[in-house]
């Protein structure tokens, strides 16, 4: 019988999210800027229809160790959304491959829905991180955080997932983009000083 093993355990989170970022700069931040939206970071369109049986996602899931979650969708309308976490875990109690593997999404999904968030894709990155901490920190224990994806809905009406883990690292590259335009401003600022400080002892000897 498969027994569950959260993949995100802290060790790896701290890892991924170190390793994550290195990758960012080396990739030139990905063209991120303050006023960057979530829509331009990396997204996921994973979709799954509630009538599907429990064996087709446990299988992808098996084979997508990296996915966080999936869409649950009824008829193409948005019905959902399953993390992996949740799902395992659900999977992971007595019988729960027996009752579930061969029964529809939607019967697990009964046991294992939980409040997610949707975002407009517009969202601004530094806006989306407060939205996120407010959602989650009453729902969840801070363990379970990243694990759990965000729903970000488009213009056109598509939905897609959002790892907030991704949206961490984009968040931290934000803050190093502002901390370096803070520092540019200051040492600019001061050179100014300087000049007009040199251009004032001047004027004062041609008095």
């Not at 064996?55 to 098996?62: A, G, H, K, N, V």
């Not at 999977?91 to 027996?98: C, I, V």
């Not at 975002?119 to 955080?145: C, D, M, W």
Request: overall charge negative; aromatic content about 10%.
């Amino acid at each position: 019988m498969y027994m569950y093993k959260n993949s995100y355990d802290n060790i790896s989170k701290e890892l991924y999210l170190s390793n994550s970022l290195l990758q960012l700069n080396q990739e030139n931040k990905q063209g991120l800027t303050l006023n960057s939206t979530i829509e331009e970071l990396e997204l996921y369109d994973l979709k799954f229809d509630i009538k599907e049986l429990g064996q087709d996602l446990y299988q992808f899931f098996q084979e997508n160790s990296q996915i966080p979650g999936i869409i649950l969708t009824d008829n193409d309308h948005l019905s959902g959304m399953l993390s992996r976490r949740r799902f395992l875990e659900r999977m992971s109690h007595p019988y729960g491959l027996d009752i579930f593997l061969n029964r529809p999404i939607h019967v697990l999904y009964e046991f294992a829905k939980s409040e997610f968030l949707i975002l407009p894709g517009k969202t601004l990155v530094i806006e989306a991180i407060r939205q996120v901490l407010n959602h989650y920190q009453q729902l969840l224990p801070s363990k379970y955080f990243l694990d759990e994806p965000i729903v970000l809905q488009k213009d056109d009406g598509s939905y897609h997932l959002l790892d907030i883990s991704h949206l961490l690292i984009a968040q931290l590259t934000i803050h190093e983009i502002s901390n370096s335009l803070l520092i540019k401003f200051y040492q600019e600022l001061e050179s100014k000083n300087i000049f007009l400080d040199e251009l004032s002892k001047l004027d004062g000897l041609t008095k």
